[in-house]
């Protein structure tokens, strides 16, 4: 196994490590706010070309459409970089995904040589350790909790030639992806044994994060729970290797039909 630990230091933040960044360092900062303000239009759930028979299911698909839809993008778009990526590369991410806040790059052994903002509002509050064999392509997600908020990073290694040479972070706040949602305080996402995203939904997350996940996400990837006198409707997605859960109060406990096909 191979153990990749990203630990913030001030003497990890010089540049002189990768004289591609040497050079471009000056024009990405001056291109960071100027790509947050271009955004991608985020897609939309064409409810016409079926009908749900499900009316829990048919609440849950309107609200993920739109937030899991940049994410999936994001998590692709990520996952094709497998070299040391360029500024035109770290321009075209900003400008698609405008809700990212935080790209870094590190070596071989972990050392961060390059990350946009140098300063960040929202700083790394222990090392990142992404687990994984260093031959995998796959991507590894690391949250990261702080005071201001989760930021949830999305890993993968690149390589020169074939040789392992590093690892690619792409980090956001999961809440800001919720604003992308028609009805925000509707929708939750649940980091199972961690925490619950929302942006001010009234939902018990003790009583939500009591609940056997690592059991269920065994054998479901979709249903409903009950905590208290409620009832959510959940779906599981994958990012990388990990698995995040959406979920949204059922409009009727009882509604009967088909649920999703995978």
Avoid at 143 to 164: Q, T
Avoid at 171 to 188: A, M, T
Wanted: hydrophobic fraction near 40%.
């Amino acid at each position: 196994m191979k153990y990749l630990l990203l630990g913030i230091l001030a003497a990890m933040l010089m540049l002189g490590g990768c004289s591609v960044w040497d050079t471009t360092a000056d024009y990405t900062k001056e291109t960071w706010q100027s790509t947050r303000e271009l955004v991608d239009p985020p897609p939309t759930i064409d409810t016409d070309s079926y009908q749900f028979t499900n009316s829990n299911q048919e609440k849950l698909a309107k609200l993920i459409s739109p937030v899991d839809g940049p994410l999936t993008s994001l998590t692709r778009f990520v996952n094709d970089t497998d070299t040391l990526p360029g500024v035109e590369w770290l321009d075209l991410l900003l400008a698609r995904f405008p809700w990212v806040d935080r790209v870094l790059v590190t070596d071989e052994e972990g050392t961060i040589i390059f990350m946009q903002p140098e300063l960040p509002v929202k700083r790394i509050t222990k090392p990142l350790v992404f687990e994984g064999v260093w031959r995998d392509l796959k991507l590894l997600t690391v949250v990261d909790y702080s005071d201001l908020g989760p930021e949830l990073y999305i890993g993968r290694p690149y390589y020169e030639d074939i040789a392992f040479s590093g690892l690619i972070g792409v980090g956001f706040d999961p809440r800001s992806l919720l604003r992308l949602c028609p009805d925000p305080k509707e929708l939750i996402i649940i980091h199972p044994g961690n925490q619950v995203w929302s942006l001010g939904a009234d939902v018990d997350q003790e009583g939500l994060l009591a609940l056997p996940w690592e059991e269920m996400l065994k054998s479901d990837v979709q249903g409903q729970v009950q905590v208290g006198n409620r009832y959510y409707t959940w779906l599981t997605r994958y990012v990388g290797e990990d698995q995040y859960v959406y979920a949204t109060q059922s409009v009727d406990p009882n509604a009967e039909g088909s649920w999703w096909l995978f």
